[in-house]
């Protein structure tokens, strides 16, 4: 599935590796003729940077200070008021020193001195890395004089050397703007840098800006005060209102200098016209103006006329409405088993994750959860009443609740292929016995696809495969071969059988849009930047997955469930509905029809490394896995030979159940790499370890068990050593027994010793 990738992905990671490098000492040489500083590399990555976010207010001083110490990759942005951003005042705004969470919003400070008397014109460019979020505006200080620009990001795939970098909307924006050179004097100058949300509603994680590199240039071309520019951009976000189809049209009016409040901005589409007036609160940048407009259809005139100052501009383009999409909210909870807390108390955590689903479907009809595993529902049946048993059961067979095929999320590049056969068998045997659906198969967090999976999971029936990666920077083949992008597509396997695969980027995409507790403005920030990966035109749906809903083994956050019917009421489009996996992806499938891709070879075991922490009970559970089937064979023989004996099968599917929690992803404790010796990571290694130690105890006594019974109906004679190949093919070896020392081993054939 991705090995075309590899090699180029590996030179290039290199490429940007070395480009940091090389380039550290020359960060703020730039242009020797016309550049007054430079700090970082113009190369889409933050490595040349300090990572984190400071705890105290940066001042980057050009001559003095070192990036790599200095001046800190990412800026967490500051929630404005929206009603603030209509002062009208002369001066600029007091900022002030907030913190957000941990997070240091205030404004980043670079300062420079100038020789000389400051020329005619300059102008700043800077470059910026972006996460989950759409792009928070920028606000820049001049030595007071006070601008912000909006950012227009752009999907860019490259690893920027920042974790965000492998977030579900990382991409790339650039702000560059000429300034009159009286803005400047000779001596010491000042330019601050802030992230800002324009908004009254605060939501968690609003994400910020991570700097790629900034610089201050002469400008040759001069600067003109009376210049303006526009742009008209048709939004995703659509309205209803009387009964009429509305779509929310952005503008967007720079200027150089301060103007005039009230300046009148008139936008026509389709010869209706909406008019609005300039805040003119700053003195230079741009003005965000939001126009809602009947509905339109593709390549309508639209006109844009504005006066600013005595001076009337005009704009004409020609504008498309953009896809009304549909969000199928797939509401799910990763399970690792063990890491984040101990696995008996993440049992408790999961089934009490389904009593607070079944809940909250009761009380909104639309609702729907998606376990991650059929562990978690073993647990639940266990440590719940026979009337709580019959709930969930039903609960599932209404298709409220939805059981993956697999038993937990597996390292599939560690198990043989028998075991990751078998870790599907608990979820079967359920469907089974109750009738209800075993139709899909999810991988999440660990970016593991072996090639062999594609086939296990189709033979089994298994027609709908997803996954919501956790990539990181240890999965870069997976991230930059578009995958995303180019979901769905059939994943062949080595044996011809396909599954329908859905990838995405993250696995907790409702809480990265809209925050926890969902808010609709956070969606209203981050959709535009999320949709971008698929507004190509080989995607053919209107529909897409937001694949999760939040965090690995956290209790649900109720006000999810009323997520949808609040955005619905905002907005027509996009709209927001709940889903289960196989339904989301049936959906999309059914609107491609016929063309979709088809995708051959492996995807990769990333970040399989725990196993090397723990060597020793690996190389137990990897044996363990090939004696399993032997002790199968041996207990299914014993019942053929003898009609009155029956396999164990209590003690086999123990046995099966333990090799495949032993394969499951997580390795040890959260903090089993900081704090390797804390009571919680000693602990949780030891049940890990418990797994392949009860594997191994439950087959050797599968098979002892049944050699004995096999032995009875063996006419081999008293003392007679019986030795039974379990294996599908003829073999030679050792055999090891032991032997009281007045015995001997003796050939019947010749009577020799």
Request: hydrophobic share 40%; charged share 20%.
């Given at each position: ?689 418990s797994y392949a130690i009860k594997a191994r105890a439950l087959g050797d006594f599968v098979m002892r068990n049944s050699m004995a019974s096999l032995a009875d109906s063996i006419s081999a004679g008293q003392g007679s050593l019986i030795v039974f190949n379990t294996l599908n093919w003829s073999r030679s070896g050792l055999v090891s027994i032991d032997l009281y020392k007045n015995q001997e081993i003796v050939d019947p054939s010749t009577?020799?010793?």
């Amino acid at each position: 599935m991705t090995i075309r990738l590899k090699a180029a992905i590996l030179v290039r990671s290199m490429v940007f590796f070395l480009a940091g490098f090389l380039l550290f000492g020359a960060a703020m040489r730039g242009d020797p003729v016309n550049t007054v500083f430079r700090i970082g590399t113009f190369d889409h990555s933050a490595a040349e940077f300090v990572h984190g976010s400071p705890d105290h207010p940066v001042c980057f001083i050009i001559g003095q200070s070192n990036p790599a110490k200095d001046w800190y990759a990412f800026q967490p942005a500051e929630f404005i008021p929206a009603a603030s951003t209509h002062r009208t005042g002369n001066g600029p705004p007091r900022h002030a020193i907030v913190k957000f969470g941990a997070m240091l919003t205030a404004p980043r400070a670079i300062q420079f001195s100038l020789d000389h008397a400051p020329a005619d014109a300059y102008r700043l460019r800077v470059s910026l890395l972006i996460g989950t979020s759409s792009g928070p505006a920028l606000r820049i200080s001049i030595n007071g004089k006070r601008g912000t620009f909006y950012l227009h990001p752009k999907l860019f795939s490259g690893n920027g050397g920042q974790p965000d970098s492998s977030d579900m909307a990382y991409s790339h924006a650039e702000v560059s703007f000429a300034f009159p050179g009286s803005y400047l004097r000779r001596g010491t100058n000042t330019i601050t840098l802030q992230a800002i949300e324009e908004t009254d509603k605060v939501w968690y994680d609003a994400g910020g800006l991570t700097y790629d590199a900034i610089e201050l240039d002469r400008d040759m071309e001069g600067f003109h005060s009376q210049a303006s520019s526009a742009q008209i951009l048709p939004t995703i976000f659509y309205q209803k209102r009387q009964g009429q189809l509305d779509e929310i049209v952005d503008v967007f009016i720079r200027y150089g200098e301060r103007v005039k409040p009230g300046s009148s901005v008139d936008l026509a589409v389709a010869g209706k016209h909406h008019r609005q007036q300039l805040k003119a609160n700053q003195d230079f940048g741009e003005e965000k103006l939001e126009f809602v407009v009947p509905e339109f259809p593709a390549h309508t005139r639209a006109q844009l006329i504005w006066n600013i100052d005595g001076h009337r501009w005009r704009k004409e383009q020609s504008v498309d409405p953009q896809k009304k999409w549909t969000l199928l909210l797939v509401p799910h909870i990763h399970l690792d088993v063990g890491y984040s807390d101990y696995q008996a108390k993440v049992a408790a955590i999961q089934s009490r994750v389904i009593d607070e689903a079944m809940d909250l479907t009761a009380q909104h009809p639309d609702f729907r959860f998606s376990m991650d595993g059929e562990w978690a529902l073993a647990q639940f049946l266990k440590t719940h009443t026979p009337a709580e048993q019959q709930r969930v059961i039903a609960a599932i067979q209404k298709q409220q609740l939805f059981v993956p095929a697999q038993y937990a999320i597996l390292l599939t590049g560690f198990p043989t292929a028998e075991t990751l056969i078998r870790s599907l068998y608990p979820s079967a045997n359920f469907s089974r016995v109750h009738k209800t659906p075993f139709n899909y198969a999810n991988i999440t967090d660990v970016p593991s696809y072996s090639w062999s999976y594609a086939s296990v999971l189709a033979a089994a029936g298994i027609k709908y495969f997803l996954a919501g990666s956790n990539s990181g920077g240890r999965a870069p083949v997976l991230q930059e071969g578009h995958l995303n992008e180019d979901s769905p597509f059939w994943w062949e396997g080595p044996d011809g059988k396909k599954v329908l695969f859905w990838y995405s980027l993250d696995y907790q995409q409702m809480q990265n849009l809209f925050g926890l507790p969902p808010q609709l403005a956070a969606g209203r920030d981050k959709l535009p930047m999320f949709l971008q990966q698929y507004r190509h035109a080989s995607y053919r749906a209107n529909a897409i997955i937001l694949f999760g809903s939040q965090a690995e083994n956290t209790d649900l956050f109720p006000q999810q469930a009323e997520l949808a019917q609040r955005w619905n009421r905002v907005y027509a489009y996009p709209r927001l509905r709940y889903s289960g996996f196989h339904d989301a992806l049936k959906n999309i499938a059914r609107q491609f029809g016929n063309d979709i891709p088809t995708v051959r070879g492996d995807g990769g075991p990333y970040w399989e490394d725990g196993i090397a922490s723990d060597a020793h009970y690996a190389a137990l559970e990897r044996q363990n896995e090939s004696r399993g089937p032997s002790a199968e064979k041996l207990a299914t023989l014993t019942s053929l030979v003898n009609p009155r004996l029956a396999a164990d099968r209590v003690d086999l599917d123990r046995m099966w159940t333990d090799m495949v929690l032993m394969d499951e992803h997580t390795w040890d404790s959260g903090n089993s790499v900081s704090d390797p010796k804390s009571t919680e990571a000693v602990q949780q290694l030891a049940v890990k370890d418990s797994y392949a130690i009860k594997a191994r105890a439950l087959g050797d006594f599968v098979m002892r068990n049944s050699m004995a019974s096999l032995a009875d109906s063996i006419s081999a004679g008293q003392g007679s050593l019986i030795v039974f190949n379990t294996l599908n093919w003829s073999r030679s070896g050792l055999v090891s027994i032991d032997l009281y020392k007045n015995q001997e081993i003796v050939d019947p054939s010749t009577g020799q010793v």
